[in-house]
């Protein structure tokens, strides 16, 4: 399933290994790395970065809160159920 995480941009669930704040030290620094390699994946459209999603090798940004993402995974499950 696809999760909707702002602007037309989406990303499949079951890569999802994780979505997280950017407020935290090792998350920043994080993004900073994934940022200067070259795969960090940016959808937040100039907007400020609230989530970051891991997948696999990558990091994603997201305009959208996390609770806002978990809500969607959420109904997205139930959806399916």
């Known amino acids: 399933m696809l999760l909707h995480i702002g602007y ?3 990303v499949d669930t079951s890569k999802i290994l994780s979505i997280t704040t ?3 030290a090792p ?3 994080r993004i900073k790395r994934e940022r200067e ?3 960090l994946i940016d959808c937040t459209m100039g907007k400020g970065a ?3 999603i891991f997948i696999e090798d990558k990091i994603i940004l997201s305009a959208f809160t996390t609770d806002t993402l978990v809500e969607r995974m959420k109904n997205l ?3 399916r159920n």
């Open 37 to 39: 390699k070259g795969t």
């Open 50 to 52: 609230l989530s970051a």
């Open 77 to 79: 499950e139930s959806e």
């Open 27 to 29: 998350i920043v620094r």
């Open 22 to 24: 950017t407020k935290s």
């Open 8 to 10: 037309r941009n989406f």
